[in-house]
């Protein structure tokens, strides 16, 4: 491990070490149950990893006007747990119930801890750690386990995930959703990994309910340069496309239950 990976690790656990000493068992940080429908409702959850969160107000702000319903940070940016404490109070939305904000990359049950009583309302890990789905499920807050194979996602659906993180993705595509999801379709799963618009739509066609975008949407060169238009618009061209698969399969879903023979039906589409 190089110095600047040491320092980083080092900021990291003493944010958890003074934050987690306000951690009690009461503390509550929203309704579960609205905040999983919110990250539903939008289909679209970025990643927010980036060496400086100094301007994670303005990009929060640029992800929300572009119709995102639901931002996580991650415990590998410098600062996260002070950024997260900083969206809590100052973005509304978050507040409100309209938006969902989230802590990724939390490895083990004290980031989950730490980001919990920094005011995140859901969790998300890259690996299945078992105590970190219990304690999340235990502090009635939505737990997102990263997993790869169907024993992994099932086993992680079992221990109480709200949804269960396919990571990565890349390596897998669409077509394994599809394959996971025919003998297990009370499963909900969110590919993260390689996600982009050229293949998001194709993800929620294969039974996704949200698509996890990192680099793709929340790039380093467009906060560098405050360019929140960009990160608007890219976040609109996200949500657009989540909304037409959804309303074709939705569409699709119509003309079967009508039951119009197959020749048809594809004209009508």
Request: aromatic share 6%; net charge negative.
């Amino acid at each position: 491990m190089n110095q600047g990976s040491a320092r980083e690790l080092t900021g990291i656990r003493i944010q958890i070490i003074l934050l987690t000493d306000f951690v009690h068992e009461g503390a509550c940080v929203g309704d579960p149950k609205r905040t999983l429908q919110v990250i539903e409702e939008g289909g679209v959850v970025p990643i927010v990893r980036l060496p400086d969160l100094a301007q994670v107000a303005d990009l929060a702000r640029a992800l929300l006007d572009g119709g995102v319903t639901a931002v996580e940070l991650t415990m590998t940016s410098p600062g996260a747990l002070s950024a997260l404490s900083l969206l809590r109070e100052t973005a509304s939305a978050f507040a409100e119930g309209a938006a969902a904000l989230g802590m990724g990359s939390v490895l083990n049950r004290e980031m989950a801890a730490a980001a919990i009583s920094g005011g995140a309302q859901f969790i998300v890990a890259p690996l299945l750690d078992l105590p970190t789905v219990a304690y999340c499920v235990e502090r009635d807050v939505p737990v997102m386990p990263g997993a790869f194979t169907p024993t992994e996602i099932q086993t992680a659906w079992v221990a109480g995930a709200a949804v269960v993180k396919v990571f990565p993705a890349t390596r897998l595509g669409p077509g394994y959703f599809r394959d996971v999801l025919a003998p297990l379709p009370h499963l909900k799963l969110m590919p993260t990994g390689g996600v982009g618009l050229e293949n998001a739509g194709e993800f929620i066609r294969a039974g996704a309910v949200a698509v996890g975008v990192g680099s793709a949407l929340a790039r380093k060169d467009w906060v560098a340069a405050g360019n929140w238009l960009a990160l608007t618009e890219q976040a609109r061209r996200f949500i657009a496309t989540v909304r037409y698969e959804r309303n074709h399969m939705n569409h699709s879903s119509d003309i079967a239950l009508a039951g119009i023979p197959n020749k048809e039906a594809r004209e009508a589409e």
